[in-house]
């Protein structure tokens, strides 16, 4: 692997408190222990990438931050997941609340067969969020913006979200997860069904996302996590295995699996 | 991984040498028998369609005659000194004059309009003669007289069903040979069916009255119809509707999206599977017991008939609305979840849309297959002979009924030969009704459709 080809971005950027901090997260499919004892703090207006190979279960923790994993019924989570100092999983947290504030763009462009408006506005149409149509209009054209897809779309809002192409699904999806203003966006491999275009054009936008939100990414590709984020947190077999600044992880990694990793010999 | 290379040292059969332009005996074998399971394949599907055809054919040729009838047509004096004896045009009063006086005036007019014509009659009895007429037209000419009493005194044409038999000799089903056996019907009373047919009086025409009348008695199949079948068919398909639909999807909804994976639900799905299997007469059974004996319900109405055959339906419809939900993606219900959408909003706002023709095909599938349901409504008494139309809704529910696949049975199982052609009838009706509840279905689920 070539490394020049990574465009590392800069690491300054004002990385303040932490947004989300996990402490000894074990997750279990029934028998199957997924999650290893994960601690880790994701950083506020910062894009966090988990990477490892797959099955490691990077996608699993990505899942338990904003309970998703609760739709299964097999799984079960154990340790602490504080959002701003609230344990998500206090029994009087609702998780349809917690995802409005937590929101998550999926691996598949999954588009509602609805039209690109209402995709766009149904998260603020079912929490509530605006008084008025023109307020909804605003919603919708800020947050196709955001996700850079607006000038693309401006003349045919009516038009079916499904008829649009793969990338410009995927960033349909990111502006109607972004229209509800959650304070975290989760992405789960957000870029693995996208042409080379598409990926630069979400990539792009995931970099411009980090003034609002705090983004977690996970991604298989290593390329990837150097050029969008400022941390890396590597996972294998379960395990958090090392977590650091993106630069430090893909120039001098602690651990040998790490730098086994993305030296490509495992994986 | 690299140590597959090696595997190669093992001698496999080289396909390589041979050229591609000539087929090996191998690929030969495979083809023919490629070829002969296709053959089959056509084989099975154009022997389902000549039977199928066959069936048609064989019901259509037996069935459409029961929409044409043999009918006499002469002018009939309304004869006011019989038919109002008191003669102050008083509904109430005229009432009392039963069909056996409507019958005199009938034969009365029927042989002065065969004098008339010259129609000869000489070698019969004049009540030979009158037996040509449908022993159920006194009683429509009856209706007719006293819907409208302005109509007495004078000479109107009408239009009257003929007897059985004589329908039967215009259609082929009668003869000469068999009316000399026949205690119904005489050779002599066949031959002035000829000379009326000749003098413009009796004709077969269109009847619109196999879909409304009532059934009829034994004795009169030309005036049997299939009106409260077809009644009692509509109100039990509508409360089938009104009460497995709403119940059906509800229970679906929550077995697929809300219920917690355990034994308990298992148990239910295993039993729902178990339900649809279970032979018809014994829902039927159930009916009877529970809500004619126990219930008290009243017996034979349209009501118990439809609850027996919702309890038959409801499985299927629950099965059929549960494949269409899981078959929307998970993506969906994921990409609500992951914005915030409840449980609820996530069904109702989008798995629910995209399960709706599927949902939609089912239900109807289902309520046609309840609409040929015969053996559970024998049970419960919907087989007896109705002759009043069951009431308006909602009272009419409970009076009693009979739906079409019933008729057809009832139809099928008397003596005349007359009776068959109707049950035939009948069939057609139920067909027609069948083939136009799935073209529903499917034009419903053109219409929810929606692409991806």
């Known amino acids: 692997m070539n490394m020049n080809d ?12 932490s947004k989300i901090s996990a402490k000894g997260v074990q997750v279990y499919y029934g028998d199957n222990h997924a999650i290893k004892d994960v ?16 099955g490691c279960g990077k996608s699993t923790f990505l899942r338990t931050l904003n309970r998703m994993n609760d739709t299964i019924p097999i799984c079960r989570v154990e340790g602490k997941i504080l959002l701003e100092g609230e344990d998500i999983r206090d029994p009087r947290v609702d998780p349809v609340q ?4 937590v929101g998550m763009v999926f691996q598949k462009p999954n588009p509602f067969p609805k039209s690109i408006y209402d995709n766009v506005a149904y998260g603020p149409r079912i929490h509530g969020l605006t008084r008025s149509k023109a307020e909804l209009d605003e919603v919708v054209e800020s947050s196709l913006k ?14 079916p979200g499904t008829g649009l192409s793969g990338g410009q699904q995927q960033r349909l999806c990111i502006a109607r997860a972004v229209a509800t203003s959650p304070e975290v966006l989760l992405m789960d491999e957000p870029c693995s069904a996208l042409d080379p275009i598409a990926t630069a054009q979400v990539e792009e936008l995931i970099d411009e996302l980090r003034t609002n939100f705090s983004v977690v990414i ?36 602690r651990d040998p699996r790490t730098e086994a990793y993305i030296s490509g010999r495992i994986g | 991984m690299t140590d597959l290379s090696s595997a190669g040292a093992v001698p496999l059969r080289s396909v390589a040498k041979r050229s591609i332009l000539t087929a090996s005996p191998e690929m030969k074998r495979r083809n023919a028998v490629e070829k002969r399971f296709r053959l089959y394949g056509l084989v099975a599907i154009a022997l389902s369609l000549s039977i199928l055809a066959l069936m048609l054919f064989i019901i259509v040729r037996d069935g459409s005659s029961a929409f044409v009838q043999a009918k006499l047509t002469f002018p009939v004096t309304l004869d006011a000194a019989v038919l109002d004896p008191k003669g102050n045009g008083n509904r109430d009063e005229m009432a009392k004059v039963t069909t056996v006086g409507y019958g005199k005036v009938l034969a009365a007019s029927f042989a002065s309009a065969l004098a008339a014509k010259g129609v000869d009659t000489a070698d019969m009895s004049a009540k030979d003669v009158a037996a040509m007429i449908s022993k159920d037209a006194p009683g429509q000419l009856r209706q007719r007289v006293l819907a409208d009493p302005s109509l ?12 059985g038999r004589i329908d039967g000799y215009m259609k082929g089903r009668v003869t000469k040979v068999t009316a000399q056996r026949d205690g119904n019907v005489t050779p002599e009373q066949l031959d002035l069916a000829d000379r009326l047919i000749a003098a413009d009086i009796l004709a077969k025409k269109f009847n619109p009255q196999f879909l409304t009348l009532p059934d009829a008695s034994d004795q009169r199949p030309e005036a049997a119809g299939l009106g409260v079948a077809l009644v ?35 148990l239910v799905e295993v039993n ?5 299997a279970v032979p018809s007469i014994v829902f039927g059974i159930l009916g009877l017991s529970v809500f004619i004996n126990f219930m008290e319900f009243p017996q034979s109405s349209a009501l118990v008939g439809a609850l027996v055959i919702s309890l038959m339906t409801l499985p299927t419809i629950i099965i059929a609305t549960r494949s269409a939900i899981r078959a929307v993606p998970p993506s969906i219900r994921d990409a609500a979840l992951g914005i915030g959408a409840s449980r609820m909003q996530t069904v109702f706002h989008h798995v629910l849309p995209l399960a709706m023709p599927g949902i939609l095909t089912g239900a109807i599938l289902g309520l046609a297959t309840a609409l040929g349901e015969t053996a559970p409504l024998l049970l419960i008494g919907m087989v007896a002979f109705v002759d009043n139309f069951p009431g308006a809704p909602i009272g009419g529910f409970g009076d009693p009924a009979t739906a079409l696949p019933v008729q057809v049975y009832s139809w099928a199982s008397r003596s005349d030969p007359a009776f068959i052609e109707r049950s035939n009838g009948a069939i057609i009706v139920l067909l027609v009704f069948l083939l136009s509840m799935n073209v529903a279905a499917i034009l419903l689920r053109r219409k929810f459709e929606r692409r991806w």
């Open chain 2, 232 to 266: 009692g068919s509509l109100y039990m398909m509508l409360l089938v509707a009104v009460m497995c639909v709403p119940v059906g999807v509800a229970a679906s909804i929550y077995l697929e999206e809300f219920a917690p994976k355990n034994r308990w639900t298992d």
């Open chain 1, 98 to 101: 917690l995802r409005a504030k």
């Open chain 2, 272 to 276: 729902i599977s178990n339900l649809a």
């Open chain 1, 6 to 17: 990574m465009r590392l971005t800069d690491a300054s950027v004002d990385m303040n408190q």
């Open chain 1, 146 to 159: 955001k996700a850079a897809l607006w000038n693309e779309v401006k003349d045919r809002l009516h038009a």
């Open chain 2, 152 to 163: 007495l005194g004078q000479t109107i044409d009408v239009t009257v069903l003929a007897a």
């Open chain 1, 39 to 54: 601690s880790v703090e994701i950083l506020d207006k910062a894009v966090t990438a988990f990477i490892g190979p797959s």
């Open chain 1, 218 to 253: 996970v991604t298989h590709s290593m390329q990837q996590a150097g050029r969008v984020s400022q941390k890396t947190a590597f996972f294998h077999l379960g395990n958090l295995v090392e977590y650091g600044d993106t630069t430090e992880i893909f120039t001098n990694p």
